[in-house]
């Protein structure tokens, strides 16, 4: 039952969702990833987003994800008509000079750099068209092909600009994508302004310039690239200490964004507002950092044991003889299995735990951060028919460019 909520009164997003069930949801999808040969993971992409949606609650009422594997299934092999050319233009490339070849290469780059902002809004309708809230769809309209030729054409002017440009990108794409989504017959608007985001990003950008450059200044100066000498490890010194300055202005500017930009969220009357904070991102990037070190160090221990197992007679005597290892380890089919395996398990692991933590965490703080005052005027919207014309996310998953 919806709780009850005075007229005006700002009613917050909560998500109940917990990172061990999460994991368990993964863990079962990755182990039957194999035997499917990968096929499996349109149904766990499926089950994710049940997960996030339907532990999402808006006023006491939860998200709903209505989406199935099989339509994820039929857009990545349609997709795959787009693809299949696509190879045999690469490898056609491949026996031309290189002058044509590294010109042929660049053209593809830039088409499918444009491909892929038709694919993330491509993929955000379907995902738009199967979320429900108390029973009613929301949707997106707009044009695909004219989403990917504005962030296209904002992208060429990042590069003329050193990035200059982009709080005015920023905001043109937000606003174009708000400003064709709807809820039921309800359609959203963006109040947002690049001025909002200008302060805060330029900023940002001249510290990150100033600090970065001085850190490869005095990396420069202590050795870091030597005039035919021995690198100096310790001259990387400087360039680590700004990695770790610029890390979290990054990740305080992100917070700043998201909260400005969710904040000009507008539906009817219903306003969002979120506070996300700088500080609570970095904390989940940390967390993932720590968790990634602590399962290679059990992937490294464990790898080292089986090598120990596979070469056992290289160590026989108390010694170690390089020339039986080498033996043993070439002729092996256990030492194959076990490179796979570990190859499967190294990026399984980086996977899961960035979905963990980066993830989820985002998810969870950008919940617990927002909260919607004028909600009760959502109580008038009247539903649309689902858009049952698209399948699946296409090309969006097939150029991994999909969210959550």
């Given at each position: 039952?919806?709780?009850?909520?005075?007229?005006?009164?700002?009613?917050?997003?909560?998500?109940?969702?917990?990172r061990?069930?999460?994991?368990?949801l993964?863990?079962?999808g990755?182990?039957?990833?194999v035997?499917?040969?990968?096929?499996?993971?349109?149904w766990?992409?499926?089950?994710?987003?049940?997960?996030?949606?339907?532990?999402?609650?808006?006023d006491?009422?939860?998200?709903?994800?209505?989406?199935?594997?099989?339509?994820?299934?039929?857009?990545?092999?349609?997709a795959?008509?787009?693809f299949?050319?696509?190879y045999g233009?690469?490898?056609?490339?491949?026996?031309?000079?290189?002058?044509?070849?590294?010109?042929?290469y660049?053209?593809?780059?830039?088409?499918?750099?444009?491909?892929?902002?038709?694919?993330?809004?491509?993929?955000?309708?379907?995902?738009?068209s199967?979320?429900?809230?108390?029973g009613?769809?929301?949707?997106?309209?707009g044009?695909?092909?004219?989403?990917?030729?504005?962030?296209?054409?904002?992208?060429?002017?990042?590069?003329?600009?050193?990035?200059?440009?982009?709080?005015l990108?920023?905001t043109?794409?937000?606003?174009?994508?708000?400003?064709?989504?709807?809820?039921?017959?309800?359609?959203?608007?963006?109040?947002?302004?690049?001025?909002?985001?200008?302060?805060p990003?330029?900023?940002?950008?001249?510290?990150?310039?100033?600090?970065?450059?001085?850190?490869?200044?005095?990396a420069?100066?202590m050795?870091?690239?030597?005039?035919?000498?021995?690198?100096?490890p310790?001259?990387?010194?400087?360039?680590?200490?700004?990695?770790?300055?610029?890390?979290?202005?990054?990740?305080?500017?992100?917070?700043?964004?998201?909260?400005?930009?969710?904040?000009?969220?507008r539906?009817?009357?219903?306003?969002?507002?979120?506070?996300l904070?700088?500080r609570?991102?970095?904390?989940?990037?940390?967390?993932?950092?720590?968790?990634?070190?602590?399962?290679?160090?059990?992937?490294?221990?464990?790898?080292?044991?089986?090598?120990?197992?596979v070469?056992?007679?290289?160590?026989?005597?108390?010694?170690?003889?390089?020339d039986?290892?080498?033996?043993?380890?070439?002729?092996?089919?256990?030492?194959?299995?076990?490179?796979i395996?570990?190859?499967?398990?190294?990026?399984?692991?980086?996977?899961?735990?960035?979905?963990?933590f980066?993830?989820?965490?985002?998810?969870?703080?950008?919940?617990?951060?927002?909260?919607?005052?004028g909600?009760e005027?959502?109580?008038?919207?009247r539903?649309?028919?689902?858009?049952?014309?698209?399948?699946?996310?296409?090309?969006?998953?097939?150029?991994?460019?999909g969210?959550y």
């Amino acid at each position: 039952m919806a709780m009850q909520q005075g007229p005006g009164q700002p009613v917050p997003v909560r998500f109940r969702g917990r990172r061990g069930d999460l994991a368990l949801l993964l863990l079962r999808g990755y182990l039957l990833l194999v035997p499917t040969i990968g096929l499996y993971r349109f149904w766990l992409l499926t089950w994710k987003r049940r997960f996030y949606w339907g532990h999402t609650d808006i006023d006491g009422d939860s998200l709903e994800y209505t989406g199935n594997a099989m339509q994820l299934l039929v857009g990545f092999l349609m997709a795959l008509a787009v693809f299949l050319p696509l190879y045999g233009l690469l490898f056609y490339l491949s026996t031309l000079a290189r002058d044509a070849a590294i010109i042929g290469y660049a053209g593809i780059a830039l088409g499918l750099w444009f491909l892929s902002g038709y694919a993330i809004y491509r993929a955000r309708d379907f995902r738009l068209s199967r979320t429900l809230w108390r029973g009613i769809r929301f949707d997106q309209t707009g044009n695909g092909w004219a989403y990917g030729l504005r962030r296209f054409g904002w992208s060429l002017l990042m590069l003329a600009t050193l990035g200059l440009v982009y709080p005015l990108m920023a905001t043109s794409l937000w606003r174009y994508r708000y400003d064709h989504t709807w809820y039921g017959d309800r359609r959203f608007g963006f109040a947002g302004r690049w001025q909002q985001l200008a302060a805060p990003f330029y900023v940002t950008y001249a510290a990150i310039v100033l600090i970065g450059g001085t850190g490869a200044t005095l990396a420069i100066s202590m050795g870091a690239l030597p005039d035919g000498g021995p690198v100096e490890p310790l001259a990387f010194l400087p360039l680590a200490a700004a990695a770790l300055i610029i890390g979290p202005l990054t990740l305080r500017y992100q917070a700043r964004q998201l909260s400005l930009f969710y904040s000009s969220v507008r539906l009817g009357d219903a306003v969002l507002t979120v506070r996300l904070r700088g500080r609570a991102l970095l904390w989940q990037y940390v967390l993932c950092g720590l968790a990634l070190l602590v399962a290679f160090a059990a992937l490294a221990l464990g790898g080292v044991v089986v090598l120990g197992l596979v070469a056992r007679e290289a160590f026989a005597g108390g010694g170690f003889d390089a020339d039986i290892f080498f033996q043993q380890m070439q002729g092996s089919l256990l030492t194959l299995g076990a490179i796979i395996t570990g190859y499967l398990l190294l990026l399984g692991a980086f996977t899961a735990i960035t979905e963990l933590f980066i993830g989820l965490g985002l998810w969870r703080l950008l919940a617990s951060s927002a909260s919607i005052a004028g909600v009760e005027s959502l109580r008038t919207v009247r539903a649309r028919a689902e858009d049952k014309a698209l399948a699946g996310e296409g090309l969006a998953d097939a150029l991994n460019v999909g969210g959550y």
